[in-house]
T-cell receptor, first 115, second 114 residues
């Protein structure tokens, strides 16, 4: 079972709203990722958690706040977003983050529209 | 630092014709190579990967890719495509120097028509 589950699938929010995207995996993976994908573009890495600790933050604005409550869950808290933040947000996981070619598995994504 | 080049942004092809999607990479250390497919309005699915061993790797739906170290390439091929293969295909690389995050190419849109 190589499944990463993301909720909600679609989210429309105003620029003053606070919302969260959720991600869950039950593969025993200890590395979890958030990627952002704009239309017709490749995914861009935002954050990486390794053993529930934030390991990589790719200079993402503070209006995006990640959280890893436990080894199976990853959240992305959204606050005061801009219309240009509208995109597909992809969660992913892999066994570990070490440099041994671990395969990264992606969820179906959450489509975010900021109005 | 590593990079991936997918020269073709779009490849139109007729059903049952062969196809090749090109991918070249650049890295100063050993690499691991992946092809992901993204069907319209969906997430990314792993199609196939090269980690080590045999340079020819195959997927369950008829795609194959060959790792060519001398040409720094990992082209994706299928001898006969179906309408259902219409999708965006991303080549990606991670290397052995640090965290196994992915660097993606810009993607190639495969358009299969009847």
């Amino acid at each position: 079972d190589t499944e990463v589950t993301q909720t909600p699938k679609h989210l429309v929010m105003g620029m003053t709203n606070k919302k969260s995207l959720k991600c869950e995996q039950h593969m025993g993976h200890r590395a979890m990722y958030w990627y952002k994908q704009k239309a017709k573009k490749p995914p861009e890495l935002m954050f990486v958690y390794s053993y529930e600790k934030l390991s990589i933050n790719e200079s993402v604005p503070s209006r995006f706040s990640p959280e890893c409550p436990n080894s199976s869950l990853l959240n992305l808290h959204l606050h005061a977003l801009q219309p240009e933040d509208s995109a597909l947000y992809l969660c992913a996981s892999s066994q570990v983050i070490s440099s041994s070619g671990n395969t990264i598995y992606f969820g179906e994504g959450s489509w975010l529209t900021v109005v | 630092a590593q990079s991936v080049t997918q020269l073709d942004s779009q490849v139109p092809v007729f059903e049952e014709a062969p196809v090749e999607l090109r991918c070249n990479y650049s890295s100063s250390v050993s690499v691991y190579l992946f092809w992901y497919v993204q069907y319209p309005n969906q997430g990314l699915q792993l199609l196939l990967k090269y980690l080590s061993g045999s340079t020819l790797v195959e997927s369950i739906n008829g795609f194959e890719a060959e790792f060519n170290k001398s040409q720094t390439s990992f082209h994706l091929r299928k001898p006969s495509v179906h309408i259902s293969d219409t999708a965006e295909y991303f080549c990606a690389v991670s290397d052995s120097s640090g965290y196994s995050t992915l660097t993606f190419g810009k993607g190639t849109m495969l358009l299969v028509s009847p």
